[in-house]
């Protein structure tokens, strides 16, 4: 399978409920990155998993959570949610640095 | 920590050559990246700098200059599809000491015809 697929595309929540993002990462990509990307700003780093194991995070508090699984799936959770939540949210996998992050098209979360 | 300054926007016409730069202070480096993002759309990867000098790929290059922490993304003839955030994006040691791609504020380049 190539690409990196997100589900689902749009998602509305109320504030205090709790969330999860899927990413389908590619074949053969280890390690699996979440981002959060507000209007008009870079991508902000969340954390990082490779082979199934967190081995980097972001300045995000521990109520963003996450998991990865051996074929290659992930997900995000985001409990307690708030405003400021409301975002795009990026998954990328990636096989080298050199060889660049392969990122899907996001979930837009809208928190109200 | 990590902070990447670009500029925010830079207007350029169809044909011409436009240069995005950008300034990183990092603790900890070992490349500079840039991806396109049109709005919408997920990011995609340009191109990978790891040493000094000049990376070509088509109509695109990369500059990486490691003594002054300053790259820069070249765009040559240019499209009206070019039109797109463009974000530098520096590898960086993560908090467990393995690595991580760190995202500046991105330019928005204009092509007008």
């Known amino acids: 399978e190539t690409g990196v697929t997100q589900s689902p595309t749009h998602l509305i929540k109320t504030r205090g409920q709790q969330v999860t993002l899927r990413c389908s990462s590619q074949?053969?990509?280890?390690?699996v990155s979440w981002y959060q990307q507000a209007l008009g700003q870079g991508p902000q780093f969340i954390f990082q998993y490779y082979r199934e194991e967190e081995n980097g995070r972001g300045n995000f508090p521990p109520r963003f959570s996450g998991l990865q699984f051996p074929n290659y799936s992930s997900e995000l959770n985001v409990n307690a949610l708030e405003l400021d939540d409301s975002a795009l949210y990026l998954c990328a996998s990636s096989a080298t640095f050199e060889d660049g992050y392969t990122f899907g098209s996001g979930t837009r979360l809208t928190v109200v | 920590g990590q902070s990447l300054e670009q500029p925010s926007e830079v207007t350029a016409v169809e044909g011409a050559i436009v240069q995005i730069n950008c300034t990183y202070q990092?603790?900890?480096?070992?490349?500079l990246s840039w991806y396109q993002q049109h709005d919408g759309g997920a990011p995609t990867f340009l191109s990978y700098n790891a040493l000094d000098g000049l990376e070509e790929t088509g109509r695109f290059s990369s500059f990486l200059s490691r003594s002054d922490s300053y790259g820069y993304l070249l765009l040559q003839e240019l499209q009206m599809k070019d039109s797109a955030s463009y974000f530098c994006a520096v590898r960086a040691p993560s908090n467990t000491g393995f690595q991580k791609l760190v995202f500046g504020t991105g330019t928005r380049l204009l092509v007008s015809p």
């Open positions: 990092t603790s900890g480096f070992y490349g």
């Open positions: 074949s053969g990509h280890n390690t």
